[in-house]
């Protein structure tokens, strides 16, 4: 249900018929009282000062809820929002507001009812009082007598129980004797029967049949034989309603000149007065009061109703607007990139976004409510028991960073500022949250890097310091075998020969460790793949002939050149060389058949057809763990015990291969079998102008 129809019906009208609306409605108003006394009191004048009073106060409050409304039209923030959430509140305070009323006039009504039948109540006991006290006189005296008359003629009863019942005057005039009851009768008789009261005196054992008791009356001597006092109902007489009441009579001395035939004593209820009360004029008075009554609630609703829905669309307004801000700034939160926590002073966490829900593995849920460090591993938290935030603050001041738990147990390394905010009485401490680890990886890696830039520059020393010397021991050696007789024979014709060839392999493996230092990172050249691994081969042929380590090499002549940074290579298949020549002396320390690594090359189709060549390196060592092979790329993860491996060397070699548009994959079966393939694109070349076996 739309709550503003009001004010959108108002809305299509001009200023000046909206003006005119109002003027109808106040003039409405400020006349209700007086057009309804119109009809219900047509005697009481139009311009009454009660109907001039209501009106006038009528046509102030609407006048002002007619100004409110106005301003709603003209304020843009005074539209209630089309929100379905807020229409069940005012209509359920519009309930209550309406059952208000309801329960107020209905008990003004029960209120204005007892009003009345006290009022009837109070003059129909004045009445009973006097009629007793007419009674009591009349019996004192024992009888009135009067002139007879049609109206006044002497009682039979009373002539065959009192001979002096009838006297007659010195004037000759007769007089009857006329006993108490017979005079109240006479007094009413004198009364206009629709409007004034009725009284009569009755009995169950009248002695006259004009006392006879109708129903009612009889109903309430009954009563009163059982021990009752007094009986009043509102009842019809001749069609109109009457306040009747009724109280015993007892009996007097008095009474007992005419009563006492019929065994009455002094004290017994021998009788009872009935009043009864005309109620026209005063349910005329309650109808007009209950009129006025309903007409000043029904207004009173009307007004509640326009403060109900103006002060709801306030309400509403403010409430959806609070709650788009909200909505904002949770939206902002939850599209950051960084993960966010507000925790409380004792640390436990309060709320938190999407980012470091997910920064974590776990639900919203699962965290809110935990202690900080159920997530963030905290080294000076056993100094500082119940006090996290000190342990926080403390641990922050260190060099290193803290390393955040993810639901699967994995550490990384977590960024963390903190800073505090107050929300009343409370303190909150906010802290973002960055997972660092790509920047730990590249900065391992710059610092791999500037080591092994440090030590090729260590090797480029070395090479020229060893150089020379080699050089001079295969130029004495051929100085010395050309000093020997060809026809002699000597140990040194067979010696110096290997001396020679030695320091031959020697200068080459110098040569070779040369070029390695000497090449720079951002040289990109057309290069033999073959020419690489062989240099890296020869660079560890000495530690594969020591540990026995055989090297079986299926790479053809004729591949394709590739574009890229002979270093770079090299130190990748060095890298794979070096952890292949470990697996092996792990599964084999001594000699063994099955001890050797075996290199293969082809020229292979992958994407769009576009020409790779497919490098496999292949040793039948220890091989790799599946619970662990999915981290062997990571940085600092080693599976080598500590002094035998950094953890960085497979990292940066899967990023030096993709930094070749390559790709670096392991396969490893534990016990058998480790594989490193590494694909690397050919650029510029068509594949069909090599005589290859091409292998999808």
Known sequence: MNQLA??????????????????????LLANLSALIGLVLHPDISYFDTVHVIVGAAFALITALLCAVLESHIHD???????NPRSVFFPWTVVFIWTMLLIGSLAWFEVKERQRIHTVAMNEASTIFEKDLLYYRWAASQEGVYVPVSPSSHPNPILEDLLPESRILTDDGRTLALVNPEFMIRQVYDLQTAEVGPLGHITSLDPLWIGNTADPWERQALLEFEQGGQESWSI?????????RLMRPMITEEGCLRCHAVQGYTVGDIRGGISVSVPMNLLYDLYRESLTVVAIVHGALWLIGLVGIFLGSS????????????????????????????????EAEIDSLNNAAAAL???PAAEIEGRRLDFLIRLPAADDYPGLLITALRKAMTANRPLNGQRKD???FPLDISLSKMRLGDQRFYILILRDITEEEQHRSESLRASQLAALGELAAGVAHEINNPINGIINY??????????VEESPAREILPRIIKESERVAAIVKNLLAFA????????DLSLKEVIDDCVSLLLYQFEKDGIKIEMDIPDDLPRLRGNPQHLRQVFLNLLSNARYALNQRHPGRDPEKKIEIKSRLIRLQEDRPYIRTTLTDYGVGIAKEVIDRIFDALFTTKPPGEGTGLGLGISKGLVRDHNGQLLLESVPGQYTTATVDLPVQGVAVRSFKLHLES
Request: hydrophobic share 40%.
């Open 6 to 27: 009001p004010l959108d019906i108002l809305r299509r009208f001009s200023r000046v018929g909206r003006y005119l609306v109002y003027v109808v409605i106040i003039g």
């Open 76 to 82: 843009p923030g005074g539209a209630l929002p089309r």
């Open 235 to 243: 009842e019809k007489i001749e069609g109109r309603p009457y306040f």
């Open 314 to 345: 306030r309400i509403s307004a403010s409430i959806q607007e609070r709650e788009q801000a909200e909505a904002r700034m949770r939206a902002i939160i939850d599209h950051m990139h960084d993960g966010l926590l507000i925790i409380n002073q």
């Open 360 to 362: 974590f593995g776990y």
């Open 409 to 411: 147990g994995d550490l």
């Open 477 to 486: 050696s051929q100085v010395l075998l050309d000093d020997i007789d060809p």
């Open 518 to 525: 000497r090449q720079r990172d951002e040289v990109v050249e």
